[in-house]
């Protein structure tokens, strides 16, 4: 099978890597600058650079760019597209390019299915793309009008190249869920750190500080268009935020310590119910 | 050296085993009930169980229980305790207790010196505890006014147990840096998990849900004394985090990419700054 990855970025990157560590597939890598396509070659994550001719060998398109950008490439090279391939994005949003993707599929009779690796790193862009990186993480496919037979190839390849979970979803289930797993959790860092004494934590802080600070170095060219095309699901959730935060400061606010101990059990009961 | 811990929980079972570990100490434990004293016997923690005498004998004394109890136990058995004497709490809070402690050192001729270590674990209690839980850590020294030895010789005993850093800072300064760099994450935690979207995460998650809802494990009656105690700082804490939270979601309303990344970039700005 020949795999055509577009964008070596750290999720491209890493998807790369682990096809070819993990299949016997044939793997050329595409990407807007030529600099890790070079070290891709050079570190064996790619077998061939792909030229224009390219996407008619494809028999897996996995699109490793940004949402805009991915839709964007695939409008433009829909044409050159083998009707046989399988398209799949990696995106962390769906609603609002899902449905051009898979409308574009179908004008041009290959397949799309949505794909989102829920894995990733502090750092970006190829050099820190690695084999492992999705080793036990968990794999959401949006299938969308896809045929069911493209659906199961992803979902095995998912498996193959080491996720641990391989979940289904509609576009705005998706959507819904990553607002508050993904986006959120990167909303609450930056936020976090934003605070005045954030500057002067180091010798004052432990691993509390560490988990929730972790994710503020952040791609804000990345998340700000992720962000936005997520916006009524993740406003909804940073409002449910504010509420509970009200509540548990109403709680120390009032001093009852009863009272606010109940309130802070809520969360203990929720973790241990989830076996966390 | 004879050191008293009393209160086996994960902290004071923690400081007993590394003091065994990385001192020639010998250690008498204290507890308000058997089965941690036992099972401290059993695996070598300590190397008594204390007595009504035990005190008399203390070189150091480490406080393991909750603030209000340390205050409590100290003000109790201030009369038996010997002279020569370092009392250490190991609370998260010190403003409101330290004051309180150090005058009844005077009174009685011992020394308090404020401590707090930087570790921890999701679980509580003496099955949890582990000499190593310090390794690398940050001590945090509130000297209040201790002779100068006497909190010398506690940040060489932190040292040698295995922290990594040791600063110092007066009580009120403690607490207002706990309460961004500890406390504020607890509160992030438990709200965090609060969302009626948590409970059906799975599947959907990755690193950033785990990291951020980690601590949302939470002791609360621990936990609800150490933030009522802590009231101002905490709520200011709050307060700014929600401020910041809302100059993020205007900026996602807004929906100018341009202004949310700018906003967002400062997060990774400032964790760069801290070479993190």
């Keep these: 099978m020949n795999v055509v990855v577009a964008g070596l970025g750290i999720i491209g990157g890493s998807m790369a890597k682990a096809i070819k560590k993990y299949t016997d597939c044939y793997i050329y890598g ?12 050079e570190c064996g994550a790619i077998d061939e650079i792909g ?28 044409d050159k597209i083998n009707r046989n391939c399988i398209v799949i994005d990696t995106s962390g949003i769906k609603s609002q390019i899902c449905p051009r993707l898979s409308q574009i599929a179908k004008q041009h009779g290959f397949a799309f299915v949505g794909f989102h690796p829920m894995a990733g790193k502090a750092q970006n862009g190829f050099d820190v793309s690695d084999a492992d990186l999705f080793q036990g993480a968990n794999a959401i496919i949006v299938p969308c009008d896809a045929p069911h037979n493209a659906v199961e190839k992803i979902a095995s ?13 509609s576009p705005e289930e998706h959507d819904k869920m990553i607002a508050f797993t993904s986006q959120l959790p990167h909303v609450i860092a930056c936020a976090y750190v934003f605070s005045p004494a954030c500057v002067k934590h180091k010798g004052f802080s432990g691993g509390s500080y560490r988990d929730v600070s972790r994710v503020a170095n952040i791609n804000a060219e990345l998340w700000s268009e992720l962000f936005i095309e997520n916006q009524q699901p993740l406003i909804s959730e940073i409002d449910t935020l504010i509420a509970d ?7 120390i606010r009032n001093g009852n310590r009863e009272e606010l101990a109940a309130i802070l059990h809520r969360g203990k009961l929720i973790k241990e119910a989830l076996g966390e």
């Excluded at 595409?30 to 070659?41: E, F, G, T, Y």
């Excluded at 494809?58 to 950008?69: Q, T």
Aim: proline share 5%.
């Design 245 to 251: 935060l009200n509540e548990i400061k109403e709680g």
């Design 157 to 169: 390849l998912a498996k193959k190249i080491g996720f641990g979970t391989v979940v289904y979803a």
């Design 51 to 78: 030229s224009n001719d390219t996407l008619q060998k494809a028999d897996i398109l996995v699109l490793g760019m940004y949402p805009d950008a991915a839709v964007r490439f695939v409008s433009e090279n829909a």
């Design 30 to 41: 595409m990407n807007r600058s030529p600099l890790p396509l070079q070290k891709a070659m």
